[in-house]
């Protein structure tokens, strides 16, 4: 069965401080896998998108990285900002999907001043 | 527009009553889906369209679910005889990439605030 598994579930850390955030799938054959960023109460915003051939891709403070050998991903979010406080998903796409994205339940991150 | 708007924002109705969510995607994206998403939860797919036409409904729960979007741009997510487990978000993503096609399942999707509907 095609899952996404994150962890930890949730995450409290202090203002200036890195983390790092993990995300291992089942999904096969696989396409591609994004993160997004969901703050409470609105709608997912993407982070990145990477390929079976791309292994780390950046957008800011957020890092991504890709093994798809050991189907894991990890999303670093260097120098947390009050504002990085969300909800971070992993969402896999399976190559042959009919357009159904696999979503993980997320990890809560808190950023404490 | 600039995003994908959603409305209403809110929505508290009665079980059995009739509901209708309004998703206006971004101007000239083809590809709007629309998801379910529980607290706690992420995401669940319900229904996507390429165009005017449903690509895809495979996701939506029961018949009592509906969408439709006439003219390519604006859809309708309409809920019959709705019921206490249909309290949700409801989210809207739309992309300017048809899924199937070259770079099209990596095509960005660009998600709306969404529309909360609590059933009492």
């Known amino acids: 069965k095609n899952q996404v598994e994150q962890s930890p579930q949730s995450l409290i850390i202090l203002e200036g401080k890195n983390c790092t955030l993990q995300?291992?799938?089942?999904?096969?054959?696989?396409?591609?896998l994004r993160w997004y960023k969901q703050d409470t109460g609105r709608g997912p915003v993407s982070l990145t998108i990477?390929?079976?051939s791309e292994n780390t891709k950046s957008n800011g403070r957020y890092t991504a990285t890709l093994d798809a050998d050991t189907k894991q991903s990890s999303l670093h979010i260097t120098a947390s900002q009050l504002s990085d406080s969300a909800s971070y998903i992993c969402?896999?796409?399976?190559?042959?999907?009919?357009?159904?994205?696999?979503w993980g339940a997320g990890t809560k991150l808190i950023i404490k001043p | 527009g600039a995003g994908v708007s959603q409305t209403p924002s809110n929505k508290v109705t009665e079980k059995g009553k009739y509901v209708e969510l309004r998703c206006d995607p971004i101007?000239?994206?083809?590809?709007l889906y629309w998801y379910r998403q529980s607290l706690g939860q992420g995401p669940e797919f319900l229904i996507y369209?390429?165009?005017?036409?449903?690509?895809?409904d495979s996701g939506l729960p029961n018949d009592r679910f509906f969408a439709v979007r006439p003219e390519g741009s604006v859809s309708t997510l309409k809920i019959q005889r709705t019921e206490r487990g249909d309290s949700a978000v409801y989210l809207c993503?739309?992309?300017?990439?048809?899924?199937?096609?070259?770079?099209?399942?990596?095509?960005?999707?660009?998600f709306g605030e969404g529309s909360r509907l609590t059933v009492l």
């Open positions: 993503a739309s992309s300017s990439r048809p899924w199937g096609t070259s770079g099209g399942n990596t095509g960005e999707l660009f």
């Open positions: 101007s000239g994206h083809t590809a």
């Open positions: 369209f390429q165009g005017t036409g449903a690509a895809d």
């Open positions: 995300c291992n799938y089942t999904v096969s054959p696989f396409s591609n």
């Open positions: 990477m390929t079976f």
């Open positions: 969402v896999v796409s399976e190559r042959d999907s009919n357009y159904q994205l696999i």
